[in-house]
């Protein structure tokens, strides 16, 4: 089992940048393939990125590709969102999970989840 906390997202304005974490316990948080999902008011829950248990492969939906980017450090135990040209639409809560099987874009696919983190863009 893994408990996943995610850092205080914040406010930026449009252009921006902001770096998202989330943080694991247990020990064995190399075994966990990692993803970030996002919900903004109103809609569904939407996968943003997704790592490996290697970190050696991604994946990200085509809403952030070129401006987001996901990474981890098995050591400490963390797991990343790097968010650059930020955009009003991409004010959501934003959570971290954690899957046993495979990278999939799918929220019912991961096990864990985190508490969320409230980005905002102004525009």
């Known amino acids: 089992q893994v408990q996943l906390v995610e850092s205080r997202g914040g406010l930026v304005q449009a252009g921006g940048s902001l770096r998202l974490s989330c943080a694991a316990s247990?020990?064995?948080?190399?075994?966990?393939?990692m993803g970030w999902f996002r919900q903004a008011p109103g809609k569904e829950r939407e996968f943003v990125a997704a790592?490996?248990?290697?970190?050696?492969?991604?994946n990200y939906a085509n809403s952030v590709k070129g401006r987001f980017t996901i990474s981890r450090d098995n050591v400490k135990n963390m797991v990343f969102l790097q968010m650059n040209s930020l955009k009003p639409e991409d004010t959501a809560v934003y959570y971290c999970?954690?899957?046993?099987?495979?990278?999939?874009?799918?929220?019912?696919?991961?096990?864990?989840w985190g508490q969320g983190t409230q980005v905002t863009v102004s525009s």
């Open positions: 247990g020990r064995t948080f190399s075994g966990y393939i």
């Open positions: 999970a954690a899957s046993t099987g495979w990278m999939t874009v799918s929220t019912q696919d991961y096990d864990y």
């Open positions: 790592i490996s248990r290697s970190g050696g492969s991604t």
